[in-house]
């Protein structure tokens, strides 16, 4: 059984930064395919990243170039570095994992409790 514990949200002001973890336990991180996920009140979970086990990533359109995914198996750790962040990326975020390569389908079986992000 796969645990995810997010961390790192927070407040931050327009054209700020912010790095998000995402700490996994309970299985062969390695062989995790795992996104990040958010939620805005009201609206649909969206996918913002993914990467596979090869390190292989995919972003959604409206973060391409301003967030990097990426993870320390060693430490069986993920990371999303969200920079240039405007409040359209004021949301909840998720971490994701699943044992099978999903990319940004939402399908995944494990989740974490989330970390806030707030932009202003």
């Known amino acids: 059984h796969v645990q995810l514990v997010e961390s790192g949200g927070g407040s931050v002001q327009t054209g700020g930064s912010l790095r998000l973890s995402c700490v996994a336990s309970g299985y062969d991180y390695s062989r995790l395919y795992m996104a990040w996920f958010r939620q805005r009140p009201g609206q649909e979970r969206e996918a913002v990243a993914a990467?596979?086990?090869?390190?292989?990533?995919t972003y959604t359109h409206s973060v391409a170039g301003r967030f990097t995914i990426s993870k320390d198996n060693a430490k069986n750790t993920l990371f999303l570095q969200m920079n240039s962040l405007t409040v359209e990326d004021s949301a909840m975020y998720y971490c994701a994992a699943d044992v099978v390569n999903l990319q940004m389908a939402r399908w995944y079986t494990y989740w974490g409790q989330g970390t806030q992000v707030t932009v202003s």
């Open positions: 990467i596979d086990n090869t390190g292989s990533a």
